[in-house]
Antibody, heavy 120, light 113 residues
C-alpha cells in the first residue's frame, strides 16, 4: 500500500521561498507521476504541477514562473519550491500520486497535507 | 485551461434519498483514441485530504460503496449517491486530467436535510 509522507516549513514571511518534500513508500516510485496540489483555507483545490522519476515536469501556467518540482529517486522523494510567496499562497499543500505512468491520470493516493501560512 | 463548473454549490438531501451533483467542462475531456473520459470525482471531509471515488468518469475505486456512481461523457458529468448515508456528508470535487494543466470544479457541499 503506497504511503506519502510530507514535511516542510509551515510559516513563511512574504518574499521567502516555500519548500516541501514528499516521501513515497510501498510502491514503485518510477512507475508513476507525482503531483502537488494546494487548497487555501475554506476554498477549493488548485493543481500546482507534477513530475516523474526521470524529472519530466508539468506545471500550472498560473504558477509556472515561481514553481520548481524536483525528484530524488535515490530517496523516493519529490519536492516543491515556490518562490516569492505572498499571503495568497497561504494554503494546505498536498502531495499525491498520479495513477498513470503517462502523466495523465487521477490522483489516487494523497499525503496528509501541510498548512503553509505566509504572514509578515 | 479547461474550466470545470459544478452545480449546485451546496445540496441538502434527506437520509436514504438520492443526491446528484453535476460537473460541466469547458471543452471535451473525452480522448478519442481510447474513448476514455479523463474525469474523476473526489470526496473531502473536514481536515482530511481528498479521497478518489471514481475515475474515467464511471469507474468506482476499490472499496468505494456501490451507492456512489458516475456517469456522463464529453463535457457533462454526474456523480450520484443513490441512498444518502450520514457518513457521506462532505465536499465533492470533479477533476479533469485531460489537459496539460489539471483543473478542479469549485466543489459541492453535501449536507443532511
Amino acid at each position: 500500500q503506497v504511503q506519502l509522507q510530507q514535511w516542510g516549513a509551515g510559516l513563511l514571511r512574504p518574499s521567502e521561498t516555500l519548500s516541501l518534500t514528499c516521501a513515497v513508500s510501498g510502491e514503485s516510485f518510477s512507475d508513476y507521476y507525482w503531483s502537488w496540489i494546494r487548497q487555501p483555507p475554506g476554498k477549493g483545490l488548485e493543481w500546482i504541477g507534477e513530475i516523474n522519476h526521470s524529472g519530466s515536469t508539468k506545471y500550472n501556467p498560473s504558477l509556472k514562473t515561481r514553481v520548481t518540482i524536483s525528484v530524488d529517486t535515490s530517496m523516493n522523494h519529490f519536492s516543491l519550491k515556490l518562490s516569492s510567496v505572498t499571503a495568497a499562497d497561504t494554503a494546505v499543500y498536498y502531495c499525491a500520486r498520479v495513477e498513470s505512468g503517462s502523466g495523465y491520470g487521477p490522483l489516487d493516493h494523497w499525503g496528509q497535507g501541510t498548512l503553509v501560512t505566509v504572514s509578515p | 485551461d479547461i474550466v470545470m463548473t459544478q452545480s449546485p454549490d451546496s445540496l441538502a438531501v434527506s437520509l436514504g434519498e438520492r443526491a446528484t451533483i453535476n460537473c460541466k467542462s469547458s471543452q471535451s475531456v473525452l480522448f478519442s483514441s481510447n474513448k476514455k473520459n479523463y474525469l474523476a470525482w473526489y470526496q473531502q471531509k473536514p481536515g482530511q485530504p481528498p479521497k478518489l471515488l471514481i475515475d474515467w468518469a464511471s469507474t468506482r475505486e476499490s472499496g468505494v460503496p456501490d451507492r456512489f456512481s458516475g456517469s456522463g461523457s464529453g463535457t457533462d458529468f454526474t456523480l450520484t449517491i443513490s441512498s444518502l448515508q450520514a457518513e457521506d456528508v462532505a465536499v465533492y470535487y470533479c477533476h479533469q486530467y485531460y489537459g496539460d494543466s489539471y483543473t478542479f470544479g469549485q466543489g459541492t457541499k453535501l449536507e443532511i436535510k
